[in-house]
């Protein structure tokens, strides 16, 4: 099953505007990781935010986590052509062994 | 530092074939994971391994798939007989840590089946 829910399911913007994403889960986690997938490659790991940290910074991304709503979100600043591709959040539950469950995905277009 | 590497990248074949695929993670990673990405969904775990032993393989369709790790090192996904629903990209990542610490997964490009 998939813990994480993404929202929208796309989004579309204009280059230079900025693009927020949004996931929900239901159970309790350790920890909860961002990953973008261009097409036809493997996911590229973006940023990791931890339960006990509720903002994280990386460049021209901001994460944010709150744990008593169970929902993180994306944000991607100045963004650019290059960002065009699918997000995923990943959820890693309390206590395992760094089991992470996938949400299905946002598809990001960035329009030059 | 190398990334994981995975071979073949595509691989078609009919149904009811056999098909595997190789997966070499980061040097020193400890922890190797085998998930299977339908299109348009996540990728879902299939098993887990910590060095050589198999920690999670709850989701591992065991009729028609097996997995392992000789050595804590390479590892081989294996499909016996394919199906239809099959048809989907085969992911390896690898982790340096074992148990629960906090720690990133590296994925690999991927092998893209397609069974007709």
């Known amino acids: 099953s998939q813990q994480g829910e993404e929202d929208p399911q796309a989004l579309s913007i204009q280059e230079g505007e900025n693009a927020t994403m949004n996931c929900s889960y239901k159970?309790?986690?350790?920890?909860l990781q961002w990953y973008r997938q261009n097409s036809g490659r493997g996911l590229v790991h973006l940023i990791l935010i931890r339960s006990n940290e509720r903002e994280k910074h990386s460049g021209r991304l901001r994460v944010t986590l709150d744990t008593s709503k169970k929902s993180s979100s994306l944000l991607i600043t100045a963004s650019r052509a290059a960002d065009t591709a699918s997000y995923f959040c990943?959820?890693?539950?309390?206590?395992?062994?760094?089991?992470?469950?996938f949400g299905k995905g946002i598809t990001l277009s960035v329009r030059p | 530092e190398a990334g994981v590497a995975q071979s073949p990248r595509y691989k078609i074949i009919e149904k009811r074939q056999s098909v595997a695929f190789w997966c070499n993670p980061i040097s020193g990673h400890a922890t190797l994971y085998w998930y299977q990405q339908i299109l348009g969904q996540g990728p879902k775990l299939l098993i887990q391994f910590q060095n050589n032993g198999v920690v999670d393989d709850s989701q591992l369709p065991k009729d028609r798939f097996s997995a392992e790790r000789l050595k804590g090192v390479d590892s081989t996904l294996k499909i016996q007989p394919a199906k239809l629903e099959d048809s989907a990209v085969y992911l390896c990542a690898s982790r340096r840590l074992v148990g629960g610490e906090v720690d990133t997964q590296y994925f690999g490009p991927g092998t893209r089946l397609t069974v007709l």
């Open positions: 990943a959820t890693d539950p309390t206590g395992a062994n760094s089991k992470l469950t």
């Open positions: 159970t309790s986690i350790n920890n």
